[in-house]
């Protein structure tokens, strides 16, 4: 059984950058879809970017274009997001999701698998 472990995240200041990791374990990611997802209490979990398996292509949300990066390296089964010039909307507990297929999805509902989250506090 796949396990998801996201890793990373914490508190920064307005205009900071954080990295975050997800590490998948339990068998190879090199074939999955997978998507970082976003949730602040009381408000629907929302989608934030999402990358194919082989890296070749990539989804933002409209919100984070410019400012997000995600990528991912195979060999170590991690997916990153890199996230620069934070601002405090971008304070949530952030999810990365699994689906065993090709087509990228920003859909939640589409991911089956989900680690525990790590939560990013941005500070004005």
């Known amino acids: 059984q796949v396990q998801l472990v996201e890793s990373g995240g914490g508190l920064v200041q307005a205009g900071g950058a954080l990295r975050l990791s997800c590490a998948a374990s339990g068998r190879t990611f090199s074939t999955s879809t997978v998507g970082w997802f976003r949730q602040v209490p009381g408000k629907e979990r929302e989608f934030v970017a999402a990358?194919?398996?082989?890296?070749?292509?990539?989804y933002y949300a409209e919100s984070v274009k410019g400012r997000f990066t995600i990528s991912r390296d195979n060999a170590k089964n991690t997916v990153y997001l890199q996230m620069n010039s934070l601002n405090p909307e971008d304070t949530a507990v952030y999810y990365c999701?699994?689906?065993?297929?090709?087509?990228?999805?920003?859909?939640?509902?589409?991911?089956?698998?989900w680690g525990q989250g790590t939560q990013v506090t941005v500070s004005s």
């Open positions: 990358i194919s398996w082989s890296g070749g292509s990539t």
């Open positions: 999701a699994e689906k065993i297929s090709s087509r990228v999805s920003v859909n939640q509902y589409e991911y089956p698998y």
